[in-house]
């Protein structure tokens, strides 16, 4: 009985119930597009931030998080490199050293990266000769320095 009346109730005024139910149509509707456009969105930055410069993983010298110094690197080699790619999930090791120095002009002084990358290697990993504006990238010829 309360059912048939709760029923009778909503729809005595036919266009308060069709207003409220397309406006909560599409207030979910709404926000299950716009939960998706986050979701979508967080996915797309995560995979631009790995693939354009970390990886997905990192590894250091033991003690270098304690003390993040250029002291605390290691020597990279092909025994190593082996050993990084055995787990059949790793699909590419790119060697990388990264410091940090100090920029000085007569006027001011600022903090500068200094990384050292395998040109070859960065290819596979981030691509920057795509992301190049003038000039041409490392090529085989040019000499290390």
Same mark, same amino acid.
Request: hydrophobic share 40%.
């Given at each position: 009985?309360?059912?048939?009346?709760?029923?009778?109730?909503?729809?005595?005024n036919?266009?308060?119930?069709?207003?409220?139910?397309?406006?909560?149509?599409?207030?979910?509707?709404?926000?299950?597009?716009?939960?998706?456009?986050?979701?979508?969105?967080?996915? !797309?930055i995560?995979?631009?931030?790995?693939? $354009?410069?970390?990886?997905?993983? =990192? +590894?250091? /010298?033991?003690?270098?998080?304690?003390?993040? !110094?250029?002291?605390?690197s290691?020597?990279? $080699?092909?025994?190593?490199?082996q =050993? +990084?790619? /055995?787990?059949?999930?790793?699909?590419e090791?790119?060697?990388?050293?990264?410091?940090?120095?100090?920029?000085?002009?007569?006027?001011?002084?600022?903090?500068g990266?200094?990384?050292a990358?395998?040109?070859?290697?960065?290819?596979?990993?981030?691509?920057?000769?795509?992301?190049?504006?003038?000039?041409?990238?490392?090529?085989?010829?040019?000499?290390?320095?």
């Amino acid at each position: 009985m309360y059912l048939k009346l709760a029923w009778r109730n909503i729809w005595r005024n036919k266009r308060r119930t069709v207003i409220t139910m397309v406006s909560i149509f599409f207030a979910v509707f709404f926000s299950i597009f716009m939960l998706s456009m986050q979701n979508g969105s967080y996915d !797309n930055i995560i995979q631009n931030t790995v693939g $354009s410069f970390t990886g997905y993983v =990192q +590894i250091h /010298q033991k003690g270098y998080w304690n003390e993040q !110094n250029i002291d605390n690197s290691f020597e990279w $080699s092909k025994q190593l490199q082996q =050993q +990084i790619r /055995q787990p059949e999930a790793v699909t590419e090791v790119v060697p990388r050293l990264e410091s940090y120095a100090l920029l000085a002009s007569t006027q001011k002084s600022k903090a500068g990266l200094v990384l050292a990358i395998d040109p070859a290697k960065e290819q596979a990993l981030s691509a920057p000769q795509k992301k190049l504006v003038q000039g041409n990238y490392f090529d085989k010829k040019d000499e290390e320095r």
